[in-house]
């Protein structure tokens, strides 16, 4: 199976001489987890990471954004900054590249558990970003924008990372071994030692760090002290090879601290956003109402929870109500205007087995979906 990305809102706008695709991406006073992760080709235990990140984290924590970086293979960026930094076994990874468990570098076995520790902490910035695409000359530029939510003192940076999904695995060079053959409960069970192109795709590839000379560590922004409401933005510009796919192109804005060790630079807060909404609809004005798209429930059919997310093309005030199938309300969540992303997992201990229907609205906008409840 090919693992799927998830695509986040965006308005688009024409302009003279070239088709241009604009993104507004927004924290909004949220927090959301930075899931670092070191893999290769090579690494026979990846696919597991892989699953991993498919199966638990992506369903669990939609507000985590997800970046591997390659390690001996095609895709390995120069100097291969992240994972000479922090990995020393493969797959690992960091979690707003926090120490856990005393260790920097994470076993898979620990990334959900580390991602559910991280979404508590309160953020000291919010992430805005506003992101545009030139169809023609495939030109990308960032508008990454850090906003203290809290007065703080020390030194804070900031980064941007341009990350590819379904990297084919067809080419030799990029195809992915994998030990799992013989795992009950895999995925890749059976699937021989090399997973075929039609089985594997290489997901959150990062393509790019835009900070200079390809830092992980980012591009000073803030130092000394910083009044809320104090605001930074960096501008960078990345010509999309003609090799990399716009449509499953993305951009992950980073606000990070910056201490004198590599474990005192956490992750403070990301956003992101995607191309491919860019590219599917470029009309001659932006819209003048809230767009929700990219609505999902899931697991479906559900037994302990249901989670439910989506995005928003401008930050609103968002109510989801579930009813059952004779129209009696079971349960009510509401969303206050802040973040461009909308997420939850709700809880399903008060509702039998049956057909539940979900409704989801904003001023403007109601989409209704259905699921199934099955303890």
Same mark, same amino acid.
Request: hydrophobic share 35%; net charge neutral.
């Given at each position: 199976?090919?693992?799927?990305?998830?695509?986040?809102?965006?308005?688009?706008?024409?302009?003279?001489?070239?088709?241009?695709?604009?993104?507004?991406?927004?924290?909004?006073?949220?927090?959301?987890?930075?899931?670092?992760?070191?893999?290769?080709?090579? !690494?026979?235990?990846?696919?597991?990471?892989?699953?991993?990140?498919?199966?638990?984290?992506?369903?669990?924590?939609?507000?985590?954004?997800?970046?591997?970086?390659?390690?001996? /293979?095609?895709?390995?960026?120069?100097?291969?900054?992240?994972?000479?930094?922090?990995?020393?076994?493969?797959?690992?990874?960091?979690? /707003?590249?926090?120490?856990?468990?005393?260790?920097?570098?994470?076993?898979?076995?620990?990334?959900?558990?580390?991602?559910?520790?991280?979404?508590?902490?309160?953020?000291?910035?919010?992430?805005?970003?506003? !992101?545009?695409?030139?169809?023609?000359?495939?030109?990308?530029?960032?508008?990454?924008?850090?906003?203290?939510?809290?007065?703080?003192?020390?030194?804070?940076?900031?980064?941007?990372?341009?990350?590819? /999904?379904?990297?084919?695995?067809?080419?030799?060079?990029?195809?992915?071994?994998?030990?799992?053959?013989?795992?009950?409960?895999?995925?890749?069970?059976?699937?021989?030692?090399?997973?075929?192109?039609?089985?594997?795709?290489?997901?959150?590839?990062?393509?790019?760090?835009?900070?200079?000379?390809?830092?992980?560590?980012?591009?000073?922004?803030?130092?000394?002290?910083?009044?809320?409401?104090?605001?930074?933005?960096?501008?960078?510009?990345?010509?999309?090879?003609?090799?990399?796919?716009?449509?499953?192109?993305?951009?992950?804005?980073?606000?990070?601290?910056?201490?004198?060790?590599?474990?005192?630079?956490?992750?403070?807060?990301?956003?992101?956003?995607?191309?491919?909404?860019?590219?599917?609809?470029?009309?001659?004005?932006?819209?003048?109402?809230?767009?929700?798209?990219?609505?999902?429930?899931?697991?479906?059919?559900?037994?302990?929870?249901?989670?439910?997310?989506?995005?928003?093309?401008?930050?609103?005030?968002?109510?989801?109500?579930?009813?059952?199938?004779?129209?009696?309300?079971?349960?009510?969540?509401?969303?206050?205007?802040?973040?461009?992303?909308?997420?939850?997992?709700?809880?399903?201990?008060?509702?039998?087995?049956?057909?539940?229907?979900?409704?989801?609205?904003?001023?403007?906008?109601?989409?209704?979906?259905?699921?199934?409840?099955?303890?």
């Amino acid at each position: 199976m090919n693992f799927k990305s998830i695509l986040f809102c965006a308005a688009a706008s024409l302009m003279a001489g070239s088709a241009f695709g604009q993104s507004f991406v927004s924290t909004g006073g949220e927090k959301h987890v930075l899931l670092e992760e070191g893999t290769g080709t090579w !690494c026979g235990y990846c696919p597991d990471g892989a699953q991993r990140i498919q199966q638990v984290i992506e369903p669990t924590y939609p507000k985590c954004v997800i970046a591997s970086f390659h390690n001996g /293979d095609p895709m390995q960026l120069a100097g291969d900054p992240f994972n000479s930094a922090f990995i020393t076994g493969f797959p690992g990874g960091t979690v /707003d590249r926090v120490p856990y468990s005393g260790s920097m570098n994470i076993n898979r076995g620990a990334w959900s558990s580390a991602v559910g520790m991280q979404e508590s902490v309160t953020p000291n910035f919010d992430v805005n970003m506003v !992101c545009t695409y030139d169809t023609s000359t495939r030109l990308l530029t960032m508008n990454i924008t850090g906003k203290a939510a809290a007065a703080v003192t020390g030194n804070y940076r900031i980064n941007a990372y341009v990350i590819e /999904d379904s990297v084919s695995s067809a080419a030799s060079s990029y195809q992915q071994h994998s030990y799992m053959n013989t795992s009950s409960g895999s995925w890749f069970m059976g699937e021989g030692s090399i997973l075929s192109a039609s089985i594997y795709s290489h997901m959150s590839v990062v393509r790019k760090v835009m900070a200079a000379s390809g830092s992980i560590w980012g591009d000073t922004a803030f130092s000394g002290s910083t009044a809320i409401g104090d605001s930074v933005t960096k501008t960078y510009t990345y010509t999309i090879p003609t090799a990399y796919n716009p449509k499953f192109c993305k951009v992950v804005g980073i606000v990070q601290s910056y201490g004198t060790t590599t474990s005192t630079r956490p992750i403070d807060n990301v956003a992101e956003a995607d191309v491919a909404t860019m590219l599917s609809e470029i009309p001659t004005s932006l819209p003048t109402v809230t767009k929700m798209t990219n609505v999902e429930l899931f697991p479906n059919p559900a037994s302990n929870y249901i989670n439910v997310r989506g995005r928003l093309s401008a930050s609103s005030a968002v109510t989801i109500t579930i009813t059952n199938a004779v129209g009696q309300v079971v349960a009510t969540e509401n969303y206050a205007a802040g973040s461009t992303m909308f997420s939850n997992n709700i809880s399903l201990s008060n509702m039998s087995n049956g057909i539940y229907f979900m409704n989801i609205s904003n001023e403007e906008i109601n989409i209704t979906k259905k699921f199934v409840v099955n303890k």
